[in-house]
């Protein structure tokens, strides 16, 4: 994760492909998004997300064919970007962005995953997916063969809004209720962050936790 103040920007990629190659496919998207970031300050915010997100997929396949230990490998992100008390993000994957306002928890972004695909089909409940698709596999990665399509979105800011950004080793181990509970307390973003890791490892916590809090004074 990157959280770069001097231009209102945060960045989450969680890896996949192996703990070793998901480690470098997630460290380069962040590197990557984060040049082209600082290098496209007065772009407007939506191309400038999607540019350092595709930038990040091209490098990135082009590492994974370069060598068979990296073959596969691949990333989400979930980008963030404030202006004009708008915050733009765009996102790839499975992780997630969460806007907390007036003690209501809203999700941001969709899930390019098997088991979204199946609820979304009405084929199950988000609550029966886990046992009824298994494993959930990502519909859409960077780093992946081919074409990649970026989901991007904005919304209003308000005062006292907090936006979450964090991977799939918090959501799926922590409901939305837990979640909304620890983001209404009123705790700094840092305590937050602690308190929500902590409590996807109390309920087992099986893949890398990756949290980032902004919060809007």
Known sequence: MAVLLHISCAILADGMGGHAAGEVASNMAIELMTAILQQTAGVPAAARLETAIQAAHAGIYEKSTSSL?????????????IERN??????????????????????LTHDHSLQQ??????????EEAPSKVGRNILTRALGLDGPLEVDVGSTDIQDKDRYLLCSDGLHEMASDEEIA???????DAETTCEALVDLANTHGG????????????
């Open 86 to 107: 708008r915050l733009t993000f765009a996102h790839v994957g499975d992780s997630r962005l969460y806007r907390w306002r007036k003690g209501q928890l809203e999700q």
């Open 181 to 187: 509970t620890w983001l209404g307390r009123g705790f």
């Open 206 to 217: 099986r893949d890398n936790i990756t949290v980032v809090l902004i919060d809007i004074p």
């Open 117 to 126: 695909e199946f609820i979304d089909k009405g084929l199950c409940t988000p």
């Open 69 to 81: 230990r990296f073959q596969g490998m691949g990333t989400t992100a979930v980008v963030t970007c």
